[in-house]
């Protein structure tokens, strides 16, 4: 028999219940689903009173079963978007797979696995719900609200990481609407967070001297790694990157590759008197073009090593000088961007730093001196 009384409408799996026939003066199947405003609601579907009883209990028999395929399969009655049509329905995993095969096609290895790891942090908290969400019509603006203050919370991230995130979101979500998966970007109505004055300060010159000393006696390939980071202004990520072929002695300068330039740009910076010197002293020059200038032991090698091998390293030197944390290794290139831009002008530290405007230049410029012709000189008032 086909024909059947409800008994009980607790929702399976928090999200529907099984479709039911009722016969009566109109035969009608229905069942509750959650809508995307999480309120639970009914849903019918009549049979025709005009087909035979053979035809409607065929009908109902369909109905039946194939509402119950769908519900399981995560749709709902409730969802209408003309502009994405069945595409809405996609498993938020496919989607997610589909995003990282995407972006590994164009961005470079550092980017895909800070992506990678996004990703697996946005499943963690999605399946550390209540109740986890399955289709991608479900990513809403209040999915990426909770998501972005579980991080705050649960996870106690600074807000600047949250908002990073969020411009991540933001971009995965434009990746959804061009592939027709959502019709609008949920995060466009989401505020990022105020953020707190980084903690990162520039270093005085008397800092940099007494640094200079410790390492010329302590530490000279560390020197150079230094030497390059305030000279150069050469990201980590990118020193680790160079190899001996990259330094051009005739010309004085070092080539920067756009396959890992933060800009994806290639460049050429050029390579301070101080540098040159030092790269000669440690006989750089007679290892193979191949080989990176920073490898393992920060010495000459054939493996590349990761970023995190100077922060490693300079931790270690800043215990030991008792330094504070806001000293940074990426310390010294605010201190070489400032010194330069006292020494040569602005724009020319915005064109070693290869920065693509003076404004980005200016805030690695953090000091404010007290010039002593302010307290001299004579006004109109």
């Given at each position: 028999?086909i024909?059947?009384?409800?008994?009980?409408?607790?929702?399976?799996?928090?999200?529907?219940?099984?479709?039911?026939?009722?016969?009566?003066?109109?035969w009608?199947?229905?069942?509750?689903?959650?809508?995307p405003?999480g309120?639970?609601?009914?849903?019918?579907y009549y049979?025709?009173?005009?087909?035979p009883?053979?035809m409607?209990?065929?009908?109902?028999?369909?109905?039946?079963?194939?509402?119950?395929?769908?519900?399981?399969?995560?749709?709902s009655?409730f969802v209408?978007?003309?502009?994405?049509?069945?595409?809405?329905?996609?498993?938020?995993?496919?989607?997610?797979?589909?995003y990282?095969?995407?972006?590994?096609?164009?961005s470079?290895?550092?980017?895909i696995?800070?992506?990678?790891?996004?990703?697996?942090?946005?499943?963690?908290?999605?399946?550390?719900?209540?109740?986890?969400?399955?289709?991608?019509?479900?990513?809403?603006?209040?999915?990426?609200a909770?998501?972005?203050?579980?991080?705050?919370?649960?996870?106690?991230?600074?807000?600047?990481?949250?908002n990073?995130?969020?411009?991540w979101?933001h971009?995965?979500c434009?990746?959804?609407?061009?592939?027709?998966?959502i019709?609008h970007?949920?995060?466009?109505?989401i505020?990022?967070?105020?953020?707190?004055?980084?903690i990162?300060?520039d270093m005085?010159?008397?800092m940099?001297?007494?640094?200079?000393?410790?390492?010329?006696?302590?530490?000279?390939?560390?020197?150079?790694?230094c030497?390059?980071?305030?000279?150069t202004?050469?990201?980590?990520?990118?020193?680790?990157?160079?190899?001996?072929?990259?330094?051009?002695?005739?010309?004085?300068?070092?080539?920067?590759?756009?396959?890992?330039?933060?800009?994806h740009?290639?460049?050429y910076?050029g390579l301070?008197?101080?540098?040159m010197?030092?790269l000669i002293?440690l006989?750089?020059?007679?290892?193979?073009?191949?080989?990176?200038?920073?490898s393992?032991?920060l010495?000459?090698g054939?493996?590349?090593?990761?970023?995190?091998?100077?922060?490693?390293?300079?931790?270690?030197?800043?215990?030991?000088?008792?330094?504070?944390?806001?000293?940074?290794?990426?310390?010294l290139?605010d201190?070489?961007?400032?010194?330069?831009?006292?020494?040569?002008?602005v724009?020319?530290?915005?064109?070693?730093?290869r920065?693509?405007d003076?404004?980005?230049?200016?805030?690695?410029?953090?000091q404010?001196?007290?010039?002593?012709c302010?307290?001299?000189?004579?006004?109109?008032?």
């Amino acid at each position: 028999m086909i024909e059947t009384k409800r008994k009980n409408v607790e929702l399976v799996e928090n999200s529907f219940t099984t479709p039911v026939l009722h016969i009566s003066k109109s035969w009608y199947v229905d069942f509750f689903v959650v809508s995307p405003d999480g309120r639970r609601r009914r849903k019918r579907y009549y049979i025709s009173n005009d087909l035979p009883l053979r035809m409607k209990r065929q009908r109902a028999s369909e109905l039946l079963s194939i509402l119950t395929h769908k519900l399981q399969s995560g749709w709902s009655p409730f969802v209408d978007d003309p502009s994405c049509g069945k595409c809405m329905y996609t498993e938020l995993s496919t989607c997610l797979s589909n995003y990282l095969v995407s972006i590994s096609k164009h961005s470079r290895a550092k980017t895909i696995e800070n992506y990678r790891s996004r990703v697996r942090i946005l499943n963690e908290y999605n399946k550390g719900r209540a109740t986890p969400i399955k289709q991608i019509w479900e990513f809403d603006r209040t999915f990426c609200a909770c998501f972005l203050e579980w991080l705050r919370t649960d996870r106690n991230v600074c807000p600047r990481t949250v908002n990073n995130y969020r411009g991540w979101l933001h971009g995965f979500c434009e990746f959804l609407i061009c592939h027709k998966f959502i019709s609008h970007n949920p995060v466009d109505k989401i505020s990022p967070l105020r953020e707190n004055e980084r903690i990162r300060r520039d270093m005085t010159p008397e800092m940099l001297k007494t640094l200079s000393v410790y390492l010329q006696e302590k530490d000279l390939h560390f020197y150079l790694a230094c030497m390059m980071e305030y000279y150069t202004m050469i990201r980590p990520s990118e020193l680790v990157n160079l190899k001996i072929g990259d330094i051009c002695i005739d010309e004085q300068s070092v080539y920067v590759d756009g396959s890992f330039s933060k800009n994806h740009k290639s460049s050429y910076v050029g390579l301070n008197d101080s540098v040159m010197r030092l790269l000669i002293q440690l006989d750089y020059f007679s290892f193979p073009n191949d080989y990176y200038i920073f490898s393992r032991g920060l010495v000459p090698g054939k493996r590349k090593a990761g970023a995190d091998i100077f922060n490693k390293r300079w931790r270690e030197i800043r215990d030991e000088l008792r330094w504070l944390r806001c000293y940074q290794f990426y310390s010294l290139k605010d201190s070489g961007i400032r010194d330069l831009a006292n020494a040569e002008g602005v724009v020319v530290a915005r064109d070693q730093a290869r920065h693509s405007d003076v404004a980005v230049t200016n805030k690695h410029i953090q000091q404010h001196t007290i010039h002593d012709c302010t307290r001299h000189f004579k006004g109109n008032l």
